[in-house]
């Protein structure tokens, strides 16, 4: 049996700090493409071990669910577009189906394109300011598409943040979110 080269979301990310966003923004409107600006709310869902996620933006809102473990480097991703007015419908469906929100951020997303890569600058209310460089891939391409990302991330001057110091610090905000962000 042929194993399945799927296309799955590769990424390379990193916290960073104002002054660096502020450089990589200059940088960016240099050598790419801006293509929006938004504002996002998302909701992460508890369930059976998948990554269930109801996210809305200005325009749009969407049913997302990430295969594997959160913060690694490639998962498969399945989005589902649908209505914005429907957002709240969605969120009682999930939870009359028993899931609960277990995380709820508001960001600001900046997106470039650069080439294939798509640049996001993510301000996470509560959480902090992230680069995340990103690129669709197939499966066994994987590793050479991360390594490529990683070193178009230190070519900003910037180091990946490790998968340990994401989990510590998405654990905190999960545990803290409502304190955090002032949520009732």
Known sequence: MKKSMKNIEIEARSFVTKKQCKNLIKKLKKEARFVDSINEETVYFSGPGKDLRLRRDDENAFIILKEGRIHDSSREEIEIKFDRVEFKNIEELFKRLGYVD???????????????????????????????????????????????????????????????????????????????????
């Open 102 to 184: 277990a995380v709820r951020w508001f960001r600001k997303r900046i997106i470039y394109k650069w080439g294939e890569i798509k640049i996001l600058l993510d301000d996470t209310k509560g959480y902090g300011l992230i680069i995340e460089l990103e690129k669709l891939g197939k499966t066994g391409k994987r590793r050479k598409i991360y390594k490529d990302l990683r070193n178009k991330l230190e070519s900003f001057g910037i180091k990946v943040t490790s998968k340990e110091e994401f989990d510590r610090k998405f654990e905190y905000y999960k545990k803290n979110w409502r304190k955090i962000i002032k949520y009732k």
